[in-house]
């Protein structure tokens, strides 16, 4: 495909990724502004609908979101051909932005059922976020060879 159909493809992915990830959260602002929704426990009195209904419309976010990294993949990887798995590394890279919205978005709904254990949820997070980085990091070094040739070329452009 051409790098002008490669980019349009991207773009179309990612205006969709956004009118989903807007309806989402226009559902889950509504949702909280609901005054029965505040006083009314769900699982226990630790639990309020409202917050239990903001993790669910969290998880179809971080759902939505990764599945525009996996849908983007093939687009990025043309875009960048001069990265080897470029569309895998951009996969890595939307994991990580994921893991990091979904750590502070569950929060409110895992923390009261955790008290003095905060530390095993802030530590899946970290380890699983310390696994898509190592996979990113492994993934730039094994690309460093082509990306430095296509930089060296991009800066002498009258090169021999």
């Keep these: 495909m051409e790098k002008k159909e490669l980019l349009r493809s991207l773009l179309v992915k990612a205006v969709k ?3 989903v990830l807007f309806s989402l959260f226009a559902a889950g602002w509504f949702v909280d502004q609901l005054p029965f929704a505040r006083a009314l426990p769900f699982i226990s009195p630790k639990l309020p609908v409202s917050v239990f209904l903001d993790a669910v419309v969290s998880a179809l976010a971080v759902a939505a979101f990764v599945g525009f990294g996996a849908e983007a993949a093939v687009p990025v990887a043309g ?3 001069f990265v080897p798995k470029a569309g895998e590394l ?3 890279l939307v994991r990580i932005a994921a893991l990091l919205f979904a750590y502070y978005a569950f929060q409110a709904a895992v923390f009261p059922f955790i008290e003095g254990f ?3 949820y802030q530590s899946c997070f970290l380890g699983l976020t310390l696994f898509f980085l190592a996979r990113a ?3 730039v070094y094994g690309a460093s060879e082509e990306i430095g040739r296509f930089l060296l070329a991009a800066l002498q452009p009258y090169g021999k």
């Design 118 to 120: 905060e530390w095993v």
């Design 137 to 139: 990091g492994l993934q």
């Design 90 to 92: 951009f996969g890595n």
């Design 79 to 81: 875009l960048l051909d």
């Design 17 to 19: 990724t956004l009118v």
